[in-house]
């Protein structure tokens, strides 16, 4: 994991990070992860590379990756925000790399809300 130590350090994460969700930018899926300062100091930057690569594993691609910055609920980062196709907003925190896998396999992929990480949902 890349340190962090000034301003020129955050925005090449967020550069890698737009890079490598720019060729996940279509699909019936949306994953939305927190990318604010407090959302990669908390991990967000790893457990978005984990979805990723589950996803890429499992061969899934219409799943969408998305960033946001921060929505003021910094000390449930890391976030992620999952929305399937004709489905509310499920917002999940704080996330573990451990779970990144989870979110794929229970909740991406057989739609099942991951109740012990949940924060909320938008019905």
Same mark, same amino acid.
């Given at each position: 994991?890349? #340190?962090? /130590? +000034? ?6 994460? #967020? ?5 490598? /969700? ?6 019936? /899926?949306r994953v939305i992860v927190g990318l604010g300062t ?11 590379? /984990? ?5 890429? #594993?499992?061969?899934? #691609?219409?799943?969408?990756?998305? =960033? =946001?910055g921060c929505i003021g609920m910094c000390q449930k ?11 509310? *907003? ?11 896998? *989870? ?8 739609? +099942? ?11």
């Amino acid at each position: 994991m890349a #340190k962090i /130590t +000034n301003l020129a350090d955050l925005r090449k994460i #967020k550069e890698t990070a737009s890079d490598q /969700t720019s060729a996940r930018s279509e699909g019936r /899926t949306r994953v939305i992860v927190g990318l604010g300062t407090c959302g990669i100091a908390a991990g967000a930057r790893n457990v978005m590379q /984990t979805i990723m690569e589950e996803l890429q #594993k499992r061969g899934i #691609k219409d799943v969408s990756i998305e =960033t =946001t910055g921060c929505i003021g609920m910094c000390q449930k980062e890391p976030l992620v925000d999952i929305i399937r196709e004709g489905q509310p *907003r499920i917002t999940y925190g704080p996330v573990k790399v451990e779970d990144a896998a *989870r979110l794929v396999s229970s909740h991406i992929v057989n739609g +099942n809300i991951l109740e012990d990480i949940l924060v909320g949902r938008a019905d």
